[in-house]
């Protein structure tokens, strides 16, 4: 009996189970598969937002470049560094230290000799200026940062704990914001001797209450998020929870708010010198230069408008860059442009 030659026969595969071949990109090239859906291959809820609003950049260079397209904010970050600047080089610039006393020269317009003039004890005014204008920014960069970072942890810490805990803390916010604040640094800081150490903490303790009204109701929002829900069932402590998903989600309402605290700060001290119940002499401050030029704005102007000039430059300049990062951070403005 003859044997029948067996015929070989294709490898068949399931039309259901064979993955489709890619199709041709339209520039000729193979156009890339997809990665197969899996813990790795799927991207998280914030990265797809992400890329959907930037378009595939990095958030922070959309940031920098909506606030480096609105020319009033840039324009300020340069008075800004300008000022910085001249607090460290300043003093190297003239051979007269803000303490030092010219007695040929008293009460004298501005020269070769002094550029700002002197004061009427014949102090160099450029030295003072530049000295007080240090002061001035360490008090209102420290009581920003210190309050910014206070009333996000407490703010955050109510919102997340709910309950009688967050009524607590409410209720001794409100109870704090109720007291004249005015008067509570009129007592601490008059027995200071208008150390500017005692009056920095003075302002950082009746700063961070108002801050941290705002960040709790924005919390409440963010708490009843899933992220949140899932953080809370997988048993992450509250602090971190709060450290990781709370405030970060309200960075830039943060950074808005601490760059508005330099000049919030900045007027606060500068009235409190003013009045006698901020930096005091021997210290020198832009407050406290503003108080001795006053007195003298008639015989010798320059004396006050040097350090007016100088204090309107830096709350000019952090104002234009609190509205630039503004702005900037804000998905739903234009005003900065589009990347």
């Not at 001797?193 to 108002?210: E, N």
């Not at 971190?240 to 405030?247: L, S």
């Not at 309107?312 to 990062?325: E, H, K, R």
């Amino acid at each position: 009996m003859a044997q029948t030659p067996e015929i070989e026969t294709p490898d068949i595969q399931d039309p259901q189970v064979r993955e489709p071949e890619a199709a041709p990109a339209p520039d000729g090239r193979a156009a890339e598969r997809r990665p197969r859906r899996g813990r790795r291959g799927k991207a998280s809820a914030a990265e797809e937002k992400e890329a959907a609003v930037t378009g595939g950049m990095r958030l922070s260079t959309l940031y920098f470049r909506r606030f480096m397209r609105n020319k009033p904010a840039v324009a300020g970050s340069a008075i800004f560094v300008f000022l910085v600047l001249l607090v460290f080089v300043g003093p190297r610039l003239t051979k007269w230290d803000y303490e030092d006393l010219d007695r040929y020269n008293i009460q004298t317009p501005p020269s070769p000799e002094h550029w700002f003039g002197t004061s009427g004890a014949g102090n160099d005014m450029f030295a003072q200026v530049v000295h007080g204008l240090g002061r001035s920014l360490t008090i209102a960069l420290t009581v920003s940062i210190a309050t910014t970072a206070i009333s996000a942890f407490i703010g955050s810490i109510a919102a997340f704990l709910g309950g009688r805990a967050e009524r607590a803390i409410l209720a001794f916010i409100h109870f704090m914001l109720i007291i004249p604040s005015f008067l509570l640094v009129a007592l601490l800081v008059a027995g200071s001797g208008g150390d500017w150490k005692v009056l920095t903490v003075v302002l950082i303790v009746i700063g961070w209450m108002y801050p941290a009204r705002i960040v709790w109701s924005l919390a409440i929002s963010i708490r009843e998020r899933e992220y949140v829900k899932a953080a809370r069932f997988m048993g992450v402590s509250g602090p971190r929870i709060v450290i990781r998903h709370i405030i970060p989600n309200i960075g830039s309402l943060l950074i808005v708010n601490a760059t508005l605290g330099v000049v919030t700060t900045v007027m606060s001290e500068t009235g409190l010198s003013f009045l006698g119940l901020g930096v005091k002499l021997p210290d020198i401050s832009l407050g406290n230069l503003l108080t001795t030029g006053a007195n003298s704005v008639r015989t010798a102007a320059w004396t006050f408008w040097a350090p007016a000039i100088t204090l309107v430059l830096l709350t000019v300049s952090m104002a234009l860059i609190a509205d630039g990062l503004r702005d900037a951070l804000d998905p739903n403005s234009s005003a900065g442009g589009r990347a």
